[in-house]
């Protein structure tokens, strides 16, 4: 096996840096063996800001991602990069280019303009508020205005799950399926064209192995019917059966990110409303 190749990654951006991160890792997972050493400049938005990151880059050279909407500091970051040969990417730029002659508009250089504090933004922390309010079984009678509800066995990511598709706007609540406990009343009486429930399907033995790690993290003995593969099988065996019975959509969680599961509901919802 090829040994891992390292090398230096400054992400320089005016806001928060998600755009940055997302694309690093989405544009880094195309090579093997290929680990890039972050070097994260978040909210840099003045000169001395700037002046400081160019010389973290001068100590460790790599290349540059950035994005910055002022052109002064734009323009002073490109010439050090020039200057220096280090491979630089304004990632937006396509991206605008491309609607600015669409739109046949100029855009504005307005810095985090993706974070402003509107209508779409208070849903999102509204939904955020729900997700948390209604994670694990909690609240159980408030699901019924539920945008989805998510079920499944132990360790199927429905708490992360439900808290991306909160960022999404989407009010989400989980439901853990337990062996020998049953649904809650309040499963009957979900308008199901209203709020989609969504059975979050695993394979078994992918489920004992993330179970097994989790004990051990935990300083555990893996040996428990938790991970037991004849108990999982079951377990496993008996939520999906609850799934079909009930008719519900289902999602394979068994190699799938928690964005990937996330996005796969997301489809499912917007099948719905379309």
């Not at 400054?10 to 755009?19: F, N, Y």
């Not at 429905?158 to 020998?180: Q, W």
Request: proline share 4%.
């Amino acid at each position: 096996m090829r040994p891992s190749i390292f090398f230096n990654v400054h992400l320089v951006s005016d806001s928060t840096g998600e755009t940055l991160n997302a694309l690093m890792r989405a544009a880094c997972a195309q090579f093997e063996n290929v680990q890039p050493l972050e070097h994260n400049y978040y909210l840099v938005r003045s000169e001395r800001q700037l002046e400081r990151v160019i010389r973290e880059i001068e100590a460790a050279p790599g290349v540059v991602w950035f994005t910055i909407a002022d052109t002064v500091l734009r323009e002073r970051l490109e010439n050090f990069c020039r200057g220096e040969a280090i491979p630089y990417l304004p990632v937006l730029d396509a991206s605008i280019h491309m609607l600015s002659r669409h739109l046949g508009m100029s855009t504005t250089d307005r810095v985090a303009g993706q974070h402003a504090l509107d209508t779409g933004y208070f849903n999102r922390i509204e939904a955020i508020n729900y997700a948390l309010a209604h994670d694990d079984g909690q609240n159980v009678a408030g699901l019924k205005t539920a945008d989805t509800i998510l079920l499944g066995v132990s360790r199927t990511s429905k708490t992360p799950t439900c808290v991306y598709l909160a960022n999404r706007g989407v009010r989400a609540g989980n439901i853990p399926l337990v062996p020998g406990v049953p649904l809650p009343d309040v499963m009957d009486q979900i308008d199901e064209s209203k709020t989609m429930v969504v059975g979050l399907k695993i394979s078994a033995e992918r489920l004992v192995q993330i179970r097994r790690q989790r004990l051990i993290s935990l300083n555990e003995t893996p040996e428990t019917d938790y991970a037991n593969e004849e108990a999982v099988r079951a377990e496993v065996t008996e939520a999906n059966r609850l799934f079909q019975r009930r008719k519900w959509a289902v999602v394979d969680v068994s190699r799938r990110s928690v964005e990937e599961t996330a996005a796969a509901i997301l489809n499912k919802l917007n099948e719905r409303h379309t």
